[in-house]
């Protein structure tokens, strides 16, 4: 018969977990239309997951119509900007749009090109003018992306407001072409590049056409002195790099804008990553938007946390050399004793070294202060049942549930509690006897972890012992359990 040796109610024990961002709105509008495929459905997600360079080049905010099942106009998405003040500070996805509006979103729908409201809207104190963009992808009008422009950001532009206005709208024109979002797209730098950042336009030969201040601001920093315009970027940039000086494979289809690609630039010990946003018309490419960002602090603090994790895998893994010395000079001392009840007594010590010394190992894999918990206690406890077995006992463990990722501070106490229960119920439960079962159930409950260890043996009877089996020694096994599991967790035993 199965009987549950113990119950540990663990009341603070934080276990790590991924988990998805929640897309369930987005998600949901989309699945409302039968009629779109899988293909249909990941070109709208693309578009959103690229789009704010739109919304901030334009000054506008923007959002995905698409028609739900009773043909009516849904807000599927927004995009605020990031370079002006937003027209909606409010949350509008699953808006329906009025009934007025049904009329030129129809017509829009029908358009194969931009088409431009004729009509000014206001949107709280603002006025407000409407372009759309029919979203086609495999001959298909999936939606539309309304630019809600307010038009008080019209007024009195400089050259860089023109610049960055002219680059959205031709970004913007090109989504009823089915050029944007980009189909080959190879984004592999953590730190895009925004719009704020600073941005190059570029002519179809790669000249620099325009630079904004903060783009002139991050060559600045590379070395360049010369100014911009007028000049070949890949000849910039190339000037810029020494003999020997790292070369990214994708860095000079970057400089010369062919390719919706991202790349970085080091020299003068700075790094500014990038981003190229190629520019077409119904014939071809006609120019390039390249986006530059400043990482060099970035890149320094990254190279510090590089350093700073390597050197606490390191030591982990010199504590855990230092626990294995340890536990091997009690093994040694154990062999020499006389007394068989010295000899268990520092058998169980080095147990119990040995326990903390395979925690430490697993820390020493990761860059992080947790541990794959999973991964280190189904050692420790094979361990703990080799070492509390007599040599005819077999003895099987399973396992119900994970345990997942532990922080170092809740991995070690209970590595010890598991060791010890398991050493308990071994020592008890199959006194005597050649084989058994032991069974180790993991469950959450909010932030509660609740473990239970059971098996097949002889059951608690007259062992029992302050609701614990009782102690063949020392009693220091049920001390641990009983202070690790209240006093570091502010759980209880059962």
């Known amino acids: 018969m199965w009987t549950p040796r113990f119950f540990l109610a663990v009341g603070r024990c934080d276990v790590a977990s991924a988990y998805d961002r929640d897309m369930a709105d987005f998600s949901h509008i989309l699945a409302t239309r039968p009629d779109f495929d899988d293909e249909d459905r990941e070109w709208l997600h693309h578009l959103v997951a690229d789009w704010q360079v739109i919304a901030d080049l334009s000054f506008a905010d923007l959002l995905l119509l698409v028609q739900n099942g009773d043909g009516k106009y849904v807000v599927a998405e927004q995009c605020r900007p990031s370079t002006v003040m937003t027209l909606r500070a409010e949350d509008v996805v699953g808006n329906v749009m009025p009934d007025d509006m049904v009329g030129e979103l129809d017509a829009a729908m029908l358009s194969s090109v931009v088409f431009r409201s004729t009509v000014l809207r206001t949107v709280g ?84 056409r325009y630079a904004a201040p903060n783009a002139i601001s991050c060559f600045r920093r590379l070395g360049l ?47 500014v990553s990038m981003r190229s946003l190629p520019l077409y018309d119904n014939n071809g490419r006609i120019g390039a938007i390249l986006l530059c960002r400043d990482v060099t602090e970035l890149r320094r603090r990254e190279q510090e946390l590089q350093t ?15 626990l294995q010395a340890v536990s091997a000079l009690l093994r040694l001392q154990a062999r020499k004793t006389k007394s068989d009840e010295v000899k268990k007594e520092l058998q169980e010590a080095q147990r119990r070294v040995q326990t903390i010394a395979m925690v430490h190992e ?133």
């Open 362 to 494: 697993g820390l020493s894999q990761t860059a992080d202060e947790v541990v794959d918990f999973d991964k280190v206690i189904a050692n420790l406890l094979r361990m703990a049942v080799d070492l509390a077995t007599m040599k005819d006992q077999h003895i099987d463990i399973n396992y119900m549930g994970k345990f997942g990722m532990m922080p170092a501070q809740d991995a070690t106490p209970l590595s010890l509690v598991l060791t010890e229960l398991i050493t308990n119920s071994v020592e008890h439960g199959f006194e005597g006897r050649k084989d058994g079962h032991i069974t180790i159930s993991v469950g959450r409950s909010g932030p509660n972890l609740n473990v239970v260890v059971e098996d097949d043996g002889s059951g608690l009877g007259s062992e029992e012992q302050g609701g614990l089996a009782r102690s063949s020694g020392s009693g220091l096994g049920t001390q641990i359990i009983n202070t690790f599991v209240t006093n570091d967790f502010g759980g209880s035993v059962h």
């Open 308 to 322: 700073k994790d390597a050197t606490i895998s390191e030591i982990h893994h010199r504590v855990k050399n230092n």
């Open 125 to 208: 104190k603002s006025t407000v003018c409407n372009v759309y963009a029919p979203v086609r992808h495999n001959g298909k009008t999936l939606g539309l992306v309304v630019r809600e422009t307010n038009m008080a950001t019209r007024e009195s532009n400089g050259r860089y407001e023109s610049e960055s206005i002219n680059a959205g709208k031709q970004l913007y024109e090109m989504i009823p072409r089915g050029q944007f979002p980009y189909k080959d797209s190879v984004m592999s730098q953590r730190h895009i590049a925004r719009v704020a950042d600073g941005f190059i336009i570029l002519t179809m030969d790669g000249v620099v």
């Open 225 to 271: 002195l010369t100014t911009m315009p007028g000049h070949y970027l890949s000849e910039l940039g190339t000037q810029l790099l020494k003999e020997n000086d790292p070369v990214p494979e994708t860095l000079p289809l970057v400089l010369t804008g062919k390719a919706a690609v991202d790349s970085e630039l080091d020299a003068n010990r700075s790094a």
